[in-house]
């Protein structure tokens, strides 16, 4: 058990629709970053939060949006489905470099189905 | 753009003898690798990681090994037991970019034959 939680596991949707991922670090953590793995392209970089800002965007759709709370929790925003956002949707969550650590820590993801 | 890379998508390897997974980066800015371990509807967990201002860390069955100037790193696993059986993913890191997002390769697949 890697200390993040993410809920819900599984969700199934129609396309057009918009839904809420959410992702609680591990106790003292302030960073969180989110992933996404589709079967063709593997694991991918989304967005990370520190401390509740944005620290960087990667391959992030428009129709995507994020933030993270001042419990530090975070939530993946999803609008506006297609078929292809159908995917494993995980986040990590780190120290933030102290003492050289960079290690993330994953949680056990969200799978979506987009029908 | 593979920016890290994962060339063999799978590996099969005999209970007891040496497993070898390679990984190779482009981008010369990363210098922070880190190998995660992957069972199928979990999330990844991490295994091991290695600086660049290092060319080797140990921890019990697991070594991961830089060569810089090669651009490619490799993870030794030893002895292989059946529980190792898994997909394994290298990832990389530009540290002084203000953000350690990772960039993952497409994962290698291990299998520890009993």
């Known amino acids: 058990d890697s200390g993040v939680t993410q809920t819900p596991k599984h969700l199934i949707t129609a396309t057009g629709q918009r839904v809420t991922l959410r992702c609680s670090p591990r106790s003292g953590d302030l960073s969180v970053y989110w992933y996404q793995q589709s079967l063709d392209q593997g694991l991918q970089f989304l967005i990370h939060?520190?401390?509740?800002?944005?620290?960087a965007k990667g391959n992030i759709l428009e129709r995507f949006s994020a933030q993270q709370f001042p419990d530090l929790h975070s939530e993946l925003n999803l609008s506006s489905l297609e078929l292809g956002d159908s995917a494993l949707y995980f986040c990590?969550?780190?120290?933030?470099?102290?003492?050289?650590?960079?290690?993330?820590?994953f949680g056990p993801g969200t799978r979506l189905t987009v029908t | 753009d593979q920016q890290v890379k994962q060339n063999s998508p799978s590996l099969s390897v005999q209970e007891g003898r040496i497993s070898i997974l390679n990984c190779d980066y482009t981008?010369?800015?990363?210098?922070?690798f880190l190998w995660y371990k992957k069972y199928p509807a979990e999330g990844p967990t991490f295994l091991i990681s290695i600086s660049s201002i290092k060319d080797k860390n140990e921890d019990g069955r697991f070594t991961v090994f830089l060569n810089k100037s090669a651009k490619h790193l490799s993870l030794h696993i030893v002895p292989s037991q059946p529980g190792d059986s898994a997909v394994y993913f290298c990832a990389a890191s530009d540290t002084g970019a203000g953000s350690y997002q990772l960039t993952f390769g497409k994962g290698t697949k291990l299998s520890v034959i009993p």
């Open positions: 981008n010369s800015m990363f210098d922070y």
């Open positions: 939060y520190y401390n509740g800002e944005e620290r």
């Open positions: 990590a969550s780190s120290v933030e470099g102290l003492a050289g650590d960079y290690e993330q820590y």
